[in-house]
């Protein structure tokens, strides 16, 4: 059981739990003239590749946060494209390096949002990796925290158990955004509480893996204390 107390990073261990806010799709495929669809794609692989990167690193858990609920108001064409996208990661490339990672895959979001299609590619991942505990993949789609609050305080009998409850309930330590904004935008906020926050000015399929290994050596070098 997780108590309210013990819900931050340990500051005596290496760092476990990366959120990863990939932003900039949109702009990308502006500034080089190519469908949306298509730099979701580069999206896509990109965020496959610094995944094993950051299991190889030695972190147990990753969240990436994919959508919000609120992007699902966007236009529809930018929606299905989102849709399209994601939905064939499920059985190709978060598929495949959950098998040869042994990575759980978790949704945190309201589901119900998206098409039974991809609903459906949704669940078959995670049947199949529900076993698996070498690390976990948490992947926020249509997730809003208010969602995530409501849903732990449905599925909560007794008041302490309310972070067990949550989609992802465990603390991060560290978060990387891209794409220029210093903001989480909702982001897994109780989860995040005490985690360092670092932007990086390129949109996401601009960056490299040593853009985010620079971050992870400074990291390394902070003293975290979180309040004490």
């Keep these: 059981?997780?108590?309210?107390?013990?819900?931050?990073?340990?500051?005596?261990?290496?760092?476990?739990?990366?959120?990863i806010i990939p932003d900039g799709g949109r702009r990308w495929s502006k500034c080089h003239n190519i469908s949306l669809s298509d730099s979701y794609k580069l999206t896509r692989n990109l965020l496959a590749e610094i995944t094993g990167n950051l299991l190889n690193y030695g972190f147990k858990e990753i969240s990436l946060y994919l959508s919000s609920k609120e992007n699902f108001n966007r236009i529809e064409q930018e929606v299905n494209a989102f849709n399209e996208v994601s939905e064939e990661a499920f059985p190709h490339e978060i598929l495949n390096i959950a098998l040869n990672k042994g990575l759980k895959v978790k949704i945190a979001g309201k589901r119900e949002l998206l098409p039974l299609k991809f609903q459906d590619s949704i669940r078959r991942v995670e049947e199949q990796t529900s076993a698996f505990n070498s690390a976990t993949l948490n992947l926020c789609i249509a997730y809003n925290p208010l969602d995530e609050i409501e849903q732990a305080l449905l599925n909560n009998?007794?008041?302490?158990?309310?972070?067990?409850?949550?989609?992802?309930?465990?603390?991060?330590?560290?978060?990387?955004?891209?794409?220029?904004?210093?903001?989480?935008s909702n982001f897994i906020p109780l989860q995040c509480a005490y985690a360092r926050l670092y932007f990086i000015d390129k949109l996401f399929n601009d960056i490299k893996w040593k853009d985010i290994k620079d971050i992870l050596d400074k990291y390394q070098m902070l003293e975290r204390k979180y309040g004490t």
């Design 157 to 184: 009998a007794k008041h302490e158990l309310f972070l067990d409850k949550l989609w992802i309930n465990t603390p991060v330590d560290l978060v990387i955004r891209t794409g220029g904004a210093n903001l989480l």
């Design 1 to 19: 059981m997780v108590t309210s107390d013990e819900f931050h990073p340990d500051s005596r261990q290496n760092p476990t739990h990366i959120g």
